[in-house]
C-alpha cells in the first residue's frame, strides 16, 4: 500500500520518484489490499513486492522508508547520504476491511506528508511523517 500512496502523492505533486517496494522476498499484493486501495482509486492489481536485490541501484536511493519492523529489522545497511525511515503500522491480514481501510488512511497520510517534505526540498525525518498518523484501530467508533 505504501508504495501505491507514494507513487499517487508523487505524481499529485508533480514529482518524478523512483518509488519501489522490496523486502527480503517476493510477494503478491494481498486481496484485501488491493480492493481498499481500490477504493482511493489506486490499482494494486498488477503490483509484487521484489527482493532487494532485484531493484536496480538501491545503494543509490535517497529515502529508504521500513513500515514493518521485520523490515526494518533485516534492512541493510546504507551509504550516509541516504535518509533511513521506519514507520511501524500494524498488519492488517487476518483483521476486517475497517482495519484495512484504517491502515490504508494511516499509510496514505504518511506518504502525503513525505512527499511533501521533498517536494518543498526538505529532509524528511520519522517525527516528521509520523506526525498527526492516527493508529489503526484507535478511531472514534459510532455506536
Keep these: 500500500m505504501a508504495e ?31 480492493t481498499v486501495m481500490a477504493e482511493v482509486g489506486i490499482d494494486l492489481g498488477a503490483h509484487t513486492s521484489k527482493r532487494l536485490d532485484e531493484v536496480p541501484e538501491p545503494w543509490s536511493f535517497d529515502v529508504v522508508l521500513t513500515v514493518c519492523d521485520a523490515a526494518n529489522e533485516t534492512c541493510p545497511s546504507y551509504p550516509a547520504r541516504t535518509t533511513r525511515l521506519h514507520v511501524s503500522f500494524p498488519d492488517p491480514s487476518g483483521h476486517d476491511l ?23 526540498g526538505g529532509t524528511p525525518t520519522e517525527d516528521g ?12 467508533r459510532d455506536g
Design 4 to 34: 501505491g500512496w507514494l507513487r499517487h502523492h508523487a505524481v499529485e505533486a508533480g514529482l518524478d520518484l523512483d518509488v519501489w517496494s522490496a523486502g527480503t522476498e517476493r510477494t503478491r499484493v494481498k486481496p484485501d489490499a488491493i
Design 129 to 140: 511523517v509520523r506526525a498527526s498518523t492516527p493508529e489503526p484501530g484507535t478511531a472514534a
Design 98 to 120: 475497517t482495519r484495512w481501510r484504517e491502515v490504508r488512511d494511516a499509510i496514505g497520510a504518511m506518504s502525503s506528508r513525505l512527499v511533501e517534505t521533498l517536494r518543498a
